[in-house]
């Protein structure tokens, strides 16, 4: 089987090289902008993994053409963060045919949605499957150019749904081959609710933005980041977002548990459960407030996750407050800005139970 695998950040190397080593032929695309990992892949036909995942794994092509990466590729990921999905979409979408399958990895709020809104399907068209995941399936981080560190692959916590849902368990079949742990859910807005980054990095950076500007992010993230006070702002987010996902009728995991089945974390509480975990040991904080942490998972997360709620009548006055407090920090208006929102997915019109019954 051929994988596509469009991104070559952290997430695409990790991807690439396991389903590589698992036996299958994978093709690599990014743009030409971010051309060190790709050149380097290239040049040495292949990509060199360490930690939970080791050996070099053969890549059949990585490049800036498209075209051949997406050509006859029955399995398509599209790994980066949040706004990479449309422009992503926006390239390949010439040489996608039916019958292909892409899974959005990680789906970071309605992912799915947003690449096929960019390439022109309907919401109910399955003739290409577009699917995401909950996140992402590894700890990873670069570590030289074609080289990357898989800190843990995880061991369970892993859902993914295809949009239409109809479609999940013809994808889930093909996805469990690597990821065997994984499980599939009910549909976008349930994998949407178990991402667990819009509930744990924007607490985090706000409550160390001193720290981050004073020391340019010399510390650790969470062994350092995470005092009670913190894991309690966590927990206040975490709250909001398990509520959002009850009103929806899914039993959404509080994120320490979830941790905790994914192998991250060993005790499953937010005053002392992330600042203990193996699987955070060692991750440096960001060196600056102007990252993705708040980037994303503020404004293409917990904007999206207030809206949802105002849309089903469900109060997130924690998530609004951590929305204001980065607007101002960054300098940003984060709500204005309105990245990722119900309404721009073209969503905004439906009812909870017409939101149930489309996706």
Known sequence: MKVAVLGSGNGGCAVSAD???????????????????????????????????????????A????????????LIFVVGPAYSTRPFGEICKPYLKPGQIVI?????????????????LGIEDDSIIISETSTLPYACRITGPGKVRVFLKLRG?????????KCTNKVYEIFKMVYPES?????ILQTTL???????HPAVTLLNAGAIERTNGDFYFYEDGVTP????????????????????????????????????????????????????????????????????????G?????????????????????????SIVTKRNYKEEKARTMQNLGLGQYSMEELNQIL
Not at 21 to 50: Q, W
Not at 63 to 74: F, L, P, Q, S, T
Not at 194 to 200: A, D, E, L, M, Y
């Open 19 to 61: 389903w590589s080593l698992a036996g299958y032929d994978v093709f690599m695309f990014d743009f030409e902008a971010f051309p060190s990992n790709i050149e380097a892949i290239s040049k040495n036909n292949g990509v060199y993994v360490e930690g939970d995942i080791r050996g070099f794994a053969n890549i059949k092509y």
């Open 63 to 74: 490049g800036h053409d498209i075209e051949k990466v997406v050509n006859r590729a029955e």
């Open 183 to 187: 499980l599939p859910v009910k549909n």
């Open 229 to 300: 006070a913190v894991g309690r702002l966590i927990e206040a987010v975490d709250k909001e977002k398990v509520a959002i996902g009850k009103k929806l009728g899914f039993d959404i995991i509080p994120d320490p548990e979830l941790g905790v089945m994914q192998g991250y974390m060993q005790k499953s509480n937010y005053e002392n459960g992330y600042r203990t975990a193996s699987g955070f040991k060692g991750i440096k904080a960001q060196n600056q407030l102007d990252h993705r942490y708040l980037n994303e998972d503020v404004g293409y």
């Open 194 to 200: 178990q991402n667990g980054n819009p509930v744990i």
């Open 104 to 120: 959005i990895c990680p789906g970071s709020c309605c992912g799915s949605i947003v690449f096929k809104n960019t390439v022109g």
């Open 157 to 165: 916590g892993l859902y993914i749904a295809a949009q239409p849902s």
């Open 302 to 326: 917990l904007v999206f996750l207030s809206e949802l709620g105002k849309q089903i009548e469900v109060n997130t006055p924690i998530m609004d407050s951590v929305i204001s407090i980065a």
